[in-house]
């Protein structure tokens, strides 16, 4: 059975940093990603990255101050999430696909919320 299972959310003022981790277990996906969504916003792709790392997609908003990474031998996705801004604040999902960073991604975690405060 494949679970996904994200932490590190929580309350932040802007300017701040949070690291957002999701374990998964179950399989090994080829690309994994994290998504958002903002109350009465569509859920957005913020990042994503391919088994290797050699692949990864960065949302224009989020560029330069957000990094993902992950570590196949712990099964971990990481989001370091730096110089958080107000607009930043959403429920963040971590998704795998078996296919390519663009998806489809198949399987999701059940959302971590990151609050930026000014």
């Known amino acids: 059975q494949v679970q996904l299972v994200e932490s590190g959310g929580g309350l932040v003022q802007a300017g701040g940093s949070l690291r957002l981790s999701c374990v998964v277990s179950g399989r090994t996906f080829y690309a994994m990603g994290w998504f958002r969504q903002a109350p009465g916003k569509e859920r957005q792709l913020v990042a994503a990255i391919s088994w290797s790392g050699s692949s990864t997609d960065v949302a224009d908003s989020v560029k330069g101050r957000f990094t993902i990474s992950r570590d196949n031998r712990k099964n971990t996705l990481y989001l370091q999430m730096n110089s958080l801004k107000p607009e930043d604040t959403a429920v963040y999902y971590c998704?795998?696909?078996?296919?390519?960073?663009?998806?489809?991604?198949?399987?999701w975690g059940q959302g971590t919320q990151v609050t930026v405060s000014s």
């Open positions: 998704a795998a696909s078996r296919v390519r960073t663009t998806g489809p991604y198949e399987f």
